[in-house]
Every structure is written in C-alpha cells, then in structure tokens.
C-alpha cells in the first residue's frame, strides 16, 4: 500500500516540476554559477542569495522528489531481493521433479 502511495506522490511530483521549471524566466539560468569562467568554492556557492521564489519551489519540490525516489527504489528492491538465487534454483528443481514424477496408473 505504501508503494501505491508513494507511486501517486512521485506522479504528482513529477507534473509539478515540470509546470515549475517551464514557469521558469528564460533570462534566469540556474546553472549560472557552474561556468567554467570563475574557479575554485566560490563558483558552487552563491553570492547572493536567489530572490525568486520560484525557484524556491522548484528547488524544494526537486528535493521531494529525490526523496521519494529514493523510498520507492529502497521499497521496491526488499521485494526484489527476499530469495538469494541458490533457493530459486533448488524450488525450480524441486517444483520440475514434482511435474515430470507422476507414477503410471494402470
């Protein structure tokens, strides 16, 4: 039930950030502070901080999202991984034995 419910939450996020990066101006580009033109901590910290509200919203609803990603993955991979691979092979034979042993009736 978690899984659906995480699984609605991650639709919902998803068209969320999509709305909010499109109401992005086009002038604003957040990658400004990677350039290549300035070195060192000072090009992946910010100066002043982002006074668009905007992409506030953005930037804690792409938080949200990685987080419920993450949940999801860790949810779905304890299902993934309750049998290690030697008892699958060991119930395969066990189960083919049982269907190719069927004794004649006369």
Request: proline share 6%; net charge neutral.
């Amino acid at each position: 039930m978690s899984v659906t419910i995480l699984s609605v939450l991650q639709v919902i996020l998803v068209v969320i950030l999509v709305i909010l990066v499109l109401l992005q101006p086009p002038g604003s580009s957040s990658l400004s502070g990677f350039s290549s033109s300035q070195q060192g901590l000072n090009s992946m910290i910010p100066m002043k901080p982002s006074a668009n509200p905007l992409s506030k919203i953005t930037a804690i609803i792409a938080g949200l999202f990685i987080i419920n990603t993450l949940l999801l993955s860790g949810l779905c991979s304890k299902d993934v991984h309750k049998k290690s691979i030697a008892e699958k092979i060991v119930l395969e034979k066990q189960q083919e034995n049982e269907s190719t042993s069927v004794p004649f009736e006369n």
